[in-house]
């Protein structure tokens, strides 16, 4: 493939950071999208640019730029997902 264009987006990751990370790869009892999410900070931070990143992981490049920019403002915890609105997530009905 050839080389792509270079991006100013940069992830810096602690080692901390770095070692969930890479343990989110190997695990299987995670959900694979927090997995997936993971893989894009990996790729991201070693470089790579962000047409491949989004290729290679199966989404487009606006999900990579979303993952990167939920990253930057609240580190792993903004990686989990987010509550989803609606009666079915608050409320539960009532036993039979």
Do not use: C, N
């Not at 100013?8 to 997936?36: N, S, Y």
């Amino acid at each position: 493939m050839p080389p792509g264009r270079t991006t100013r987006l940069k992830v810096r990751l602690t080692q901390a950071e770095r070692q969930t990370l890479e343990a989110w790869q190997r695990a299987h009892t995670i959900p694979a999208a927090r997995a997936r999410r993971g893989r894009i900070l990996l790729l991201v931070e070693a470089g790579v640019p962000i047409t491949e990143v989004a290729q290679t992981v199966g989404i487009s490049r606006r999900f990579v730029y979303k993952w990167v920019a939920r990253f930057q403002a609240r580190g792993l915890q903004g990686l989990e997902d987010l509550p989803r609105p609606g009666p079915w997530h608050t409320r539960r009905r009532p036993p039979r």
